[in-house]
């Protein structure tokens, strides 16, 4: 199945892109989502820790499942004062 990503900050000027379309496999979870990204840009994986989730504007969690056409967000830590 297909899912659109969605990437802020840093996450987006790591992959070069602040939207990205990638096929998943049924059953696929917000993690493996992740992964899928983190294969192909390594640099992504230092904020695993810190990122905030969310699929179809609604914030999840790493296990919350996908479906075809879902839309999924990565977002790092913002700072401000």
């Known amino acids: 199945m297909r899912v659109n990503i969605r990437l802020f900050a840093r996450l987006?000027?790591?992959a070069g892109a602040g939207e990205l379309a990638r096929q998943v496999p049924d059953g696929a979870t917000v993690r493996t989502v992740w992964?899928?990204?983190t294969s192909e840009?390594?640099?992504l994986q230092d904020y695993e820790v810190s990122i905030s989730t969310a699929v179809?504007?609604?914030y999840s969690r790493m296990d919350a499942p996908v479906g075809d056409g879902d839309e999924v967000a990565f977002l790092?830590?913002?700072s401000g004062g």
């Open 12 to 14: 987006r000027d790591i």
């Open 35 to 37: 992964d899928t990204l």
């Open 41 to 43: 840009f390594p640099d």
């Open 56 to 58: 179809n504007a609604e």
């Open 76 to 78: 790092p830590p913002v």
